[in-house]
């Protein structure tokens, strides 16, 4: 598909009358949120909607915590991410707020978070857990790969790479499952997903064997992926908007395009960094990004990065 070129803030923030002059002309925002469909309709942007896949609230929800190798359920702080699988009633639930927002409403995009196995990546320290292993999603791997494994140890230990490769295919069939629904109900919506920001080899490659996020595997279903490029909150440099895009070639299908989400804490710098970059951002989003907009020195630093961005495209 024709990939459209949007740049715009993430948030529920209130973006001033004059955005546009700024260069945005499309917001993401929470869910079908008809307050912020109506907002971007006023302001003569596109509208854009986060989907929370794979994320619970695990106080109200115990049933969901995935089983980690030593049988117990997995070590959590506040922010996490990821469920068990194998509960199938909870994926229901996400099937048919997804469904009900569809019928409702005519997004320009949707993007699926938190399209994953567990864990938390946005920490310089994160706490990387290998999951789930319930007896349902244990006997799912068995059942599908034809390998018995008495435990998780066992498994780990003799069949890492299946193990990995078959929790990738969970995610990426549930990425074409919500991906199939969005687009047989309105075919020109553009569907992303937002990625784990870490390349292959890093944390010895948790991007797959953590949190599943297999971009060649999820590249029948997504058309355009969106790492989580939070600096200060990862503990990196602003540098790494412009050294993520001009490594991604090597690991992102070419046939799908990238478009960074940055940090409203890291700005300008990251979006400046990424405005530099020879292999460019498709687009960019600026979580919790409104606020910029009221400063109007602030508000110009974007306008500028919209339009280096826009030559390096070509547009
Ligand atoms: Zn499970």
């Known amino acids: 598909?024709?990939?459209?070129?949007?740049?715009?803030?993430?948030g529920s923030g209130v973006l001033p009358g004059?955005?546009?002059?700024?260069?945005?002309?499309a917001a993401w925002f929470h869910g079908f949120n008809e307050e912020r469909f109506e907002a971007c309709a006023k302001l003569g942007i596109t509208?854009?909607?986060e989907l929370k896949t794979f994320r619970a609230d695990f106080a109200k929800h115990p049933e969901l915590v995935p089983i980690g190798v030593d049988g117990k359920p997995i070590r959590f702080g506040r922010p996490v991410q990821g469920i068990c699988l194998s509960q199938s009633d909870y994926l229901g639930e996400i099937d048919r707020e997804l469904l009900g927002g569809l019928a409702a409403y005519k997004p320009g995009g949707i993007w699926l978070d938190y399209l994953t196995y567990a864990g938390w990546f946005e920490t310089p320290e994160p706490d990387l857990q290998e999951s789930c292993f319930c007896r349902d999603c244990v006997a799912d791997f068995c059942e599908s790969t034809g390998i018995d494994a008495d435990t998780p140890a066992e498994l780990l230990a003799r069949h890492q790479a299946v193990w990995t490769e078959h929790k990738c295919r969970r995610i990426a069939t549930h990425g074409k499952r919500f991906a199939a629904m969005i687009k047989e109900r309105h075919p020109s919506c553009v569907v992303g997903a937002y990625m784990c920001p870490w390349g292959p080899d890093e944390y010895d490659g948790a991007?797959?064997?953590?949190?599943?996020?297999?971009?060649?595997?999820?590249?029948?279903?997504?058309?355009?992926?969106?790492?989580?490029?939070?600096?200060?909150k990862s503990g990196r440099g602003p540098?790494?908007?412009?050294?993520w895009l001009e490594q991604s070639p090597s690991f992102v299908p070419g046939s799908r395009r990238v478009q960074l989400i940055l940090d409203a804490l890291d700005?300008?710098?990251s979006l400046q960094e990424a405005s530099r970059s020879s292999v460019p951002s498709w687009g960019i989003q600026l979580f919790h990004g409104a606020e910029i907009f009221d400063d109007s020195d602030k508000a110009n630093a974007f306008r500028e990065a919209v339009e280096a961005i826009r030559r390096r495209v070509g547009e």
């Open 207 to 232: 991007l797959r064997r953590i949190f599943a996020q297999d971009y060649s595997l999820l590249e029948p279903a997504i058309d355009v992926f969106t790492p989580l490029i939070y600096c200060t």
């Open 1 to 10: 598909m024709d990939m459209p070129l949007w740049f715009g803030p993430y």
């Open 239 to 243: 540098e790494w908007a412009r050294q």
């Open 47 to 49: 509208a854009c909607v």
């Open 267 to 269: 700005y300008p710098n």
């Open 18 to 25: 004059n955005v546009r002059d700024y260069g945005v002309n």
